[in-house]
């Protein structure tokens, strides 16, 4: 069992950057895949981008390739989505996945989620 939570998230003009970070329970995060999702206001829920249990194999989706980067630190159980050259249509919940066996862009593959953190992005 993991247990996610966000942080990090708040309101940034267009241009901007902002962090956010998820932090995980469990002893054995560094096992686990882990996952950025978004979703804006009446769209579904949207890939952004993975890590590899060892932080060496990272893929993102196109729209935010080159200015988001995925991180993580499994001795602190944490991974991060450092956001730079923000779009207001980067306005959405961010959630936070896990999974032990997919390195996917599906999120159904997950079985692991945190409750989100809000960005807003104002032109």
């Known amino acids: 069992q993991v247990q996610l939570l966000e942080s990090g998230g708040g309101l940034a003009q267009a241009g901007g950057s902002l962090r956010l970070s998820c932090a995980a329970s469990g002893r054995t995060f560094s096992s686990y895949v882990m996952a950025w999702f978004r979703q804006a206001p009446g769209k579904e829920r949207e890939f952004v981008g993975a890590?590899?249990?060892?932080?060496?194999?990272?893929f993102y989706t196109d729209s935010v390739r080159g200015r988001f980067t995925i991180s993580r630190d499994n001795a602190k159980n944490t991974v991060n989505l450092q956001m730079n050259s923000l779009k207001p249509e980067d306005t959405a919940v961010y959630y936070c996945?896990?999974?032990?066996?997919?390195?996917?862009?599906?999120?159904?593959?997950?079985?692991?989620w945190g409750q989100g953190t809000q960005v807003t992005v104002s032109s």
């Open positions: 996945a896990a999974d032990s066996l997919s390195f996917s862009r599906v999120a159904q593959h997950y079985a692991y």
């Open positions: 890590i590899s249990w060892n932080g060496r194999s990272t």
